[in-house]
Nanobody, 117 residues
Framework: QVQLVESGGGLVQPGGSLRLSCVAS??????????MGWYRQVPGNQRELVAA???????NYADSVKGRFTISRDGAKNTVYLQMNNLQPQDTAVYLC?????????WGQGTQVTVSA
């Protein structure tokens, strides 16, 4: 079983920044067909993809965060990061780390991000 632990969430004012971290219990990006990503969920809404990165370094972002968020990885630390800049109230959500391999999804417990004046 792959375990994922997120951290870095908190309360920030509009225009502020946060960096989320996701530490995996296994070596990441050591296999083919691996994707790690960040999703977010607001009560009453479906979970949505925010950003993802593959084992070969391909990245994709939700349109709403392009130019503001950056996903990156550190294989030595088994960690994926999400740098979030110019945060806005609509970014408020629980952010969840996802690890996908062989069409199987693993999820962290989530970290709360609240953007409010």
């Amino acid at each position: 079983q792959v375990q994922l632990v997120e951290s870095g969430g908190g309360l920030v004012q509009p225009g502020g920044s946060l960096r989320l971290s996701c530490v995996a219990s296994t070596s990441i990006f050591s296999y083919v067909d691996v994707t790690m990503g960040w999703y977010r969920q607001v009560p009453g809404n479906q979970r949505e993809l925010v950003a993802a990165i593959t084992s070969i370094g391909s990245r994709n972002y939700a349109d709403s965060v392009k130019g503001r968020f950056t996903i990156s990885r550190d294989g030595a630390k088994n960690t994926v990061y999400l740098q979030m800049n110019n945060l806005q109230p609509q970014d408020t959500a629980v952010y969840l780390c996802n690890y996908k391999r062989f069409a199987t999804d693993y999820w962290g417990q989530g970290t709360q991000v609240t953007v409010s004046a």
